[in-house]
Antibody, heavy 121, light 107 residues
Framework: VQLLESGGGNVQPGGSLRISCAATGFSFSTYAMAWVRQAPGKGLQWVSSISGSDGTTYYADSVRGRFTISRDNSKNTVSLQMNSLTVEDTAVYFC???????????????WGQGTQVTVSS | SFELAQPPSVSVSPGLTATITCSGEKLANKFSSWYQQKPGQSPLLLIYQDSKRPSGVPDRFSGSNSGDALTLTISETQALDEADYFCQAWDSRAGMVFGGGTKLTVL
């Protein structure tokens, strides 16, 4: 299993950014996927999840209405479109795979290396 | 809202047992997980469904759920166990919830 994030970078407050994760080594459409972020020197915070087959989405309150998670099972990718970014969104964003193939991500058994998103003027 | 609380730091001498606790409400009906994160690395799943270990995780690591608290126990602690440890549970309203993390120091 490999998860490779891309698309991170620097963006001004109020701006937008799209990050993606390419997955290999498992039956991608079977598993829910998640984005988890970690602000500098802080703990882990779940951001969003998407189910494997029907694309049901879930969001943390802090990002609902601003972020949109999506997946392309034909390309084995999951993406996070981030709009109206604030300095509080500055973090390393990890892509993670669900352990058990349930409707949402309840436990992450594989994580990518992360992609840095910095929101600053 | 559902929250998990961990002590910020725990210290242990090499060869002894380290215990990291994680408190929260209504844990009896929630499965928990524990992750290890070393500086500059991604989190690593150590324990899932309260007490199960993924393949490759040493049996020195064990977990439990008393209903009132989650516990990660590391026996025969080694210097390489020095890391941040995060508990996590899933809540139907809050989604994936992580504890704030505990820095384990082996000295």
């Amino acid at each position: 299993v490999q998860l490779l994030e891309s698309g991170g970078g620097n963006v001004q407050p109020g701006g937008s950014l799209r990050i993606s994760c390419a997955a290999t080594g498992f039956s991608f459409s079977t598993y829910a996927m998640a984005w988890v972020r970690q602000a500098p020197g802080k703990g882990l915070q779940w951001v969003s999840s998407i189910s494997g087959s029907d694309g049901t989405t879930y969001y943390a309150d802090s990002v609902r209405g601003r972020f949109t998670i999506s997946r392309d099972n034909s390309k084995n990718t999951v993406s996070l479109q981030m709009n109206s970014l604030t300095v509080e969104d500055t973090a390393v964003y990890f892509c993670a795979k669900d352990l058990s193939g349930g409707a949402t991500v309840s436990t992450c058994d594989y994580w990518g290396q992360g992609t840095q998103v910095t929101v600053s003027s | 809202s559902f929250e998990l609380a961990q002590p910020p730091s725990v210290s242990v001498s090499p060869g002894l047992t380290a215990t990291i606790t994680c408190s929260g409400e209504k844990l009896a009906n929630k499965f928990s997980s524990w992750y290890q994160q070393k500086p500059g690395q991604s989190p690593l799943l150590l324990i899932y469904q309260d007490s199960k270990r993924p393949s490759g995780v040493p049996d020195r690591f064990s977990g439990s759920n008393s209903g009132d608290a989650l516990t990660l126990t590391i026996s025969e602690t080694q210097a390489l166990d020095e890391a941040d440890y995060f508990c996590q549970a899933w809540d139907s309203r809050a989604g994936m919830v992580f504890g704030g993390g505990t820095k384990l120091t082996v000295l």
